[in-house]
């Protein structure tokens, strides 16, 4: 450290300590940003706004961490714990359910779930194959891969979009699957026939000049496989029914080349935006192992001792000179007290529990409404959808209420597998979540049989089914916050009440993601810790 010089009398802690009682904590975080402290604006900037603590914030302002509950066990409330220990903070966690994650839910075999009808279920997966039941991918520009590599959780890849899955519409007619690539190469090469011709027919006339048209030509031309006179005829990219191989074999294209009226009335169309989603772009990763391994890191990370699970909160109360959480554990009821408070339950959840922060907090967490979605495993007896069908990972996409199918990301070539047999949402998640779970899979099992044929049925081992509106302590997929986060019925969640602050995806922009809960968290923390060197 460079050396620093101070009037008499004057130390660099106590001007600190000054600047933060006059100036508040901005005031300060920016001096010490001029002494190289702290990160300049630029800086933070660079890292999101977000600088992690250290203890020795506190030994510049000479002063003594505080203690910190946090509610919730989740990705929320266990980065917020993660990130305050950083600087030596006394943080305790309280988890509802009997393990971490919140939403971060990996099924392996063995593992019993009670869902709110009282439905219990035992998944009998074979060793080293699981289901992600909640989140399952992340993109490479969320904060939740940065995390991954601070706490060593390896990742491999996550395949959202294979050219070789399905796409299937029984409601538009489609009486058979169609390959992925083979839809895209017709709806793109029709879209570019048609744009073509009516450019060289001088429909853009008044829209383009002569140099702009020729480039749109040469785009189109090469975007949509486009032959002779600007027509569609197919090509390559719709696929072979004989593949190139040795000398003697030059390939056979797939032939019957639908009508454009007959690839519009298709609907495939619609699925190919999702791949343009700035939340759903290739590349996307999965944690090796399971998507649990990111808590169960966050959770060692923080120190199992400070993390309390089976511990049902029923009581949030200000004290004015602190905070006061009631809650049952094992039948008997006990207190934390702490200087500050973290509530990083899910809003619905957290609306129900008493507290005395006052009737705006209450009007807003009840403004933020749950969702519905659901998942349910296959297990297969093997892996015929890359032996018989040649898809290794992506999705499946159909208008039936499964509505997504997804092939595993992992154990490529091995002998068993796990399907993803749906993945829905809204009334298609809760119509299954009436059903057994018996019931359940005969019915994801019959939509599929008309896809990929019927050892979607006679391969099947087991299977395990998940609905989050229905799952004790959280009863939602994610949320629906009218009028986006920043919305001004959320000012009580959005700054501290008294002292209390409140974290989770719900309060972000990237609500149903992880990225989310950790970004919440991290400005909580920032706050957080801000009012505890400046008071």
């Given at each position: ?522 400005k909580a923390v920032t706050a957080l810790h801000a009012r505890v060197l400046s008071s």
């Amino acid at each position: 450290m460079a050396q620093t010089h101070s009037e008499p009398g004057t130390s660099r802690r106590s001007f600190l300590r000054n600047v933060g009682l006059t100036g508040g904590a901005g005031a300060m975080f920016a001096t010490m940003g001029a002494l190289g402290l702290a990160p300049t604006a630029q800086a933070a900037q660079r890292e999101q706004s977000f600088r992690p603590l250290s203890a020795g914030d506190f030994t510049l302002t000479g002063r003594a961490a505080a203690k910190v509950v946090i509610v919730g066990g989740g990705i929320a409330g266990l980065t917020t714990a993660y990130e305050l220990g950083k600087a030596g903070y006394d943080c305790t966690v309280l988890e509802a359910r009997d393990r971490t994650g919140g939403r971060n839910f990996t099924v392996r075999g063995g593992d019993t779930t009670t869902d709110l009808h009282g439905t219990r279920q035992t998944a009998r997966f074979a060793d080293g194959h699981y289901m992600n039941a909640g989140p399952a991918r992340i993109p490479q520009w969320m904060v939740t891969l940065d995390y991954c590599r601070e706490l060593g959780v390896p990742l491999e890849v996550f395949t959202n979009v294979n050219a070789d899955a399905y796409l299937y519409n029984e409601s538009a007619g489609m009486t058979r699957p169609e390959r992925y690539r083979t839809a895209k190469a017709d709806v793109y090469g029709y879209v570019s026939e048609l744009l073509a011709k009516a450019t060289n027919k001088g429909a853009l006339d008044g829209e383009l000049t002569a140099d702009d048209k020729e480039r749109l030509v040469d785009f189109l031309e090469d975007w949509g496989e486009l032959g002779d006179k600007l027509t569609y005829t197919g090509g390559e990219r719709r696929g072979y029914t004989t593949v190139p191989a040795a000398a003697g074999t030059p390939g056979v294209l797939l032939g019957d080349v639908p009508t454009a009226s007959e690839v519009l009335a298709s609907g495939v169309g619609r699925y190919f935006s999702f791949e343009f989603g700035f939340d759903q772009a290739m590349l996307m990763f999965q944690p090796v192992g399971g998507m649990d391994q990111i808590p169960k890191a966050l959770t060692r990370a923080v120190g199992a001792r400070r993390v309390r699970t089976g511990a049902v909160v029923s009581r949030i109360t200000d004290t004015g000179h602190g905070v006061s959480v009631t809650y049952t554990q094992g039948g008997r009821t006990k207190v934390v007290e702490a200087d500050y408070c973290v509530a990083a339950l899910p809003p619905n959840i957290l609306a129900k529990v008493p507290h005395n922060l006052g009737s705006g907090v209450q009007s807003a967490l009840e403004a933020i409404t749950p969702s519905s979605a659901a998942k349910i495993g296959l297990e297969y007896k093997s892996r015929w959808w890359e032996l018989d069908h040649g898809i290794y990972g992506g999705i499946t996409e159909t208008d039936q209420d499964v509505t997504h199918i997804w092939h595993p990301s992992y154990g490529y070539q091995g002998e068993r597998g796990v399907l993803i047999g749906y993945y829905n949402y809204g009334d298609d998640a809760d119509s299954y979540a009436e059903l057994t779970p018996q019931g359940r899979e005969k019915r994801a099992v019959a939509a599929g049989v008309k896809i990929y044929g019927e050892k979607y049925r006679t391969e099947l081992a087991s299977s395990f089914s998940h609905h989050w509106r229905q799952t004790p302590h959280l009863e939602a997929a994610w949320h629906n916050t009218p009028g986006g986060p920043d919305d001004v019925r959320y000012k009580p969640l959005n700054e501290p009440t008294g002292r209390v602050w409140f974290a989770g995806d719900w309060l972000s922009h990237t609500d149903a993601w992880q990225h989310g809960a950790f970004t919440s968290a991290r400005k909580a923390v920032t706050a957080l810790h801000a009012r505890v060197l400046s008071s």
